[in-house]
């Protein structure tokens, strides 16, 4: 399980070094305002996170839940205005259409939220 642990580590430090990249401007259109500002927080969450989860603490695997329960769903609307979307690293998503808008279920934070939670829970049952 070590190795495991080490990998779900590598994988949000990759996910994390892509989110800055988007909130710099180097992967796809550049972020302004609000969404700066919550894509740069998580990509700290989850830069922080990594770190600790690589030391094995316990405040890293939080960290990481944390961070994909914030990428796990987005919501636009359908007519414009306020939206919800924390798109940092990598996004596979299932497309809901509904009348009043749209909500996106990010499959990779899906399942890289559920193995997180097996590892905290594996971690604290030993």
């Given at each position: ?63 990481a839940g944390l961070y994909y329960l ?57």
């Amino acid at each position: 399980m070590l190795e495991f642990d080490k990998w779900l580590a590598r994988v949000l430090l990759l996910n994390s070094a892509l989110a800055l990249g988007v909130c710099l401007g180097l992967l796809g259109e550049p972020l302004a305002g609000a969404e700066l500002y919550a894509v740069f927080g998580a990509a700290l969450l989850g830069f922080l996170s990594a770190v600790l989860c690589l030391r094995r603490l316990r405040w890293g695997l939080w960290g990481a839940g944390l961070y994909y329960l914030l990428q796990l769903l987005s919501y636009y609307p359908a007519a414009g205005g306020w939206h919800y979307s924390v798109k940092a690293g990598v996004s596979v998503g299932l497309v809901l259409q509904f009348a009043t808008g749209t909500l996106v279920l990010n499959l990779v934070a899906g399942a890289l939220l559920a193995a997180t939670a097996a590892l905290s829970l594996w971690r604290a049952r030993r």
